[in-house]
């Protein structure tokens, strides 16, 4: 494993890695390969800084869910119970002869389940062209709303600022700011100390800078964003975390729920979450609406997906990777997780590369993930 991921970076395919895998006791494999910035040759280390983007959507899982258990939320009841502008969300129809949206009332509202697995109406301008289209008209229409379900809630799968809805249930049901939340009840209790919305001068001294690739293929190394004053957190990203913190999460999660006898979930909310919810619904597959950002996303060709309560799931094996069952999800800078209940494996691995769903990373990715599967696997 290592080996090709060195081989990797020697070829100036990638700047550089970490890559970590741990059962429910302890890391089996942990790796560092490259650099954090190509122009300083700054070398990677296991305890680097990345910006995570998407992958805090399953810590805004887990603390929805962590309501739930005490009461504070519900999956099945309308949304708007708790945050009452979900009750005004609207479908978008189409668009009539002067390009104006039309929008009506959902025949259903929208629900924490919807909103967990991807299936409330809301979607991403990144992968969806209509969502584009209607923001470009919604700028010069105030009073349209800010964002419009793209369908039913319930009808399909598409990936989308649901989380970010999530993130606000979390902050009204449990009283406080989502970081602050995270904090008390989830990072703080696992000792994931090096996960914030917002990083201090040391561990910003520890951060990998983001390399775009080009049209020519090669990788630029961008200058790091400036700490200024940033947007309220959200559910949906915008975190900071590195691969042995977040493996910790994954082992808790393997592990049903508790790591080192700090429990953050009951162990049928584990199952729960781990399972399909959303029926016969394609899950996973995205076509871009913005090259610069993501390449199309089809991670497992062939496989069937669908999405529990903060993964997406594979329902058939993947060839010479993991199991069915299989629990994963990435962020926007080639970020990726997996969690193989069967095989008792959770892997984790770091880059930092625009556009999403790198070739040369995904293609590091499944090595890694090879490597991991054939070290654990029965033989």
Request: proline share 7%.
């Amino acid at each position: 494993m290592g080996a090709a991921l060195q081989a990797k970076v020697d070829a100036g395919e990638i700047p550089g890695v970490v890559a970590m895998a741990a059962n429910e006791r302890s890391v089996v494999y942990e790796g560092a390969f490259g650099t954090r910035n190509m122009a300083t040759a700054t070398p990677m280390s296991a305890d680097t800084v990345f910006r995570i983007a998407s992958m805090v959507k399953l810590l805004t899982s887990v603390a929805a869910l962590q309501l739930v258990e005490r009461g504070k939320l519900k999956l099945d009841e309308p949304a708007a119970h708790i945050d009452e502008r979900l009750g005004s969300a609207k479908v978008l129809a189409g668009f009539d002869a002067k390009g104006l949206p039309q929008l009506r009332p959902p025949h259903k509202p929208v629900t924490l389940r919807h909103l967990l697995s991807h299936t409330s109406g809301f979607s991403y301008p990144l992968w969806d062209p209509n969502v584009v289209r209607y923001l470009k008209v919604a700028r010069n229409h105030p009073a349209l709303p800010r964002r419009p379900l793209m369908f039913e809630p319930g009808a399909r799968w598409a990936y989308g600022g649901s989380l970010d809805e999530v993130g606000r249930l979390v902050e009204i049901a449990g009283g406080k700011s989502i970081d602050q939340y995270f904090r008390d009840h989830i990072l703080g209790p696992l000792g994931m100390n090096d996960t914030a919305f917002a990083i201090t001068d040391e561990q910003r001294a520890r951060q990998a800078s983001l390399h775009v690739r080009g049209a020519d293929g090669r990788l630029l190394p961008q200058p790091l964003e400036k700490p200024t004053a940033r947007n309220a957190p959200t559910g949906g990203g915008g975190i900071y975390s590195t691969a042995p913190d977040y493996l910790t999460l994954l082992q808790a999660l393997l592990n049903d729920g508790s790591l080192g006898g700090t429990r953050i979930l009951r162990p049928q909310t584990v199952a729960l979450m781990s399972a399909n919810q959303i029926g016969n619904l394609e899950a996973g597959i995205l076509k871009t609406a913005n090259p610069a950002l993501s390449n199309d996303v089809d991670f497992f060709p062939g496989v069937r997906l669908r999405w529990g309560l903060g993964h997406m799931i594979n329902v058939d094996p993947v060839p010479d990777g993991r199991n069915a069952g299989s629990l994963t999800w990435a962020g926007l800078f080639n970020t990726y997780y997996w969690i193989d209940p069967t095989m008792r494996v959770a892997g984790v691995i770091m880059m930092q590369i625009l556009p999403f769903a790198d070739p040369q990373a995904l293609k590091a990715y499944r090595q890694f993930e090879r490597g991991i599967c054939h070290a654990v696997r029965p033989a």
